[in-house]
Nanobody, 128 residues
Framework: QVQLVESGGGLVQPGGSLTLSCAASGFTLQQYAISWFRQAPGKEREGVSC????????HYADSVKGRFTISRDNAKNTVYLQMHSLKPEDTARYFC?????????????????????WGRGTQVTVSS
């Protein structure tokens, strides 16, 4: 059974940092693409980043480029999202998503409709 469990969210001041984790079970993370999304109240779910299994390439939304880094620990079957220079507009619930066995690449990764499996999310609040 595929499961994704996010953790690491919290309250942080503007300019601060957080690292989110997404622990996967029921499939081998190394073999499939995995993405982070976020959703703020009243807004649509937005793609944040993707880690491709086929070539280990990484992809980012323009709004987070240079501030967020996605990484993967194969031994722990976990993907991380390091977030730096956080802004109030980064406030949202953050979700990880995957679609084994279909998706190994990040093509079209920003479309939430392409993912079958989602975690419950972890809340990130950036506020002074």
């Amino acid at each position: 059974q595929v499961q994704l469990v996010e953790s690491g969210g919290g309250l942080v001041q503007p300019g601060g940092s957080l690292t989110l984790s997404c622990a996967a079970s029921g499939f081998t993370l190394q073999q499939y693409a995995i993405s982070w999304f976020r959703q703020a109240p009243g807004k649509e779910r937005e793609g944040v980043s993707c880690f491709s299994a086929s070539d280990a390439s990484t992809h980012y939304a323009d709004s987070v480029k240079g501030r967020f880094t996605i990484s993967r620990d194969n031994a722990k079957n976990t993907v991380y999202l390091q977030m730096h220079s956080l802004k109030p507009e980064d406030t949202a619930r953050y979700f990880c998503a995957a679609d084994p066995p279909s998706r190994t690449m990040c093509a079209g990764w920003e479309s939430a409709a392409l993912y079958e499996y989602w975690g419950r999310g972890t809340q990130v609040t950036v506020s002074s």
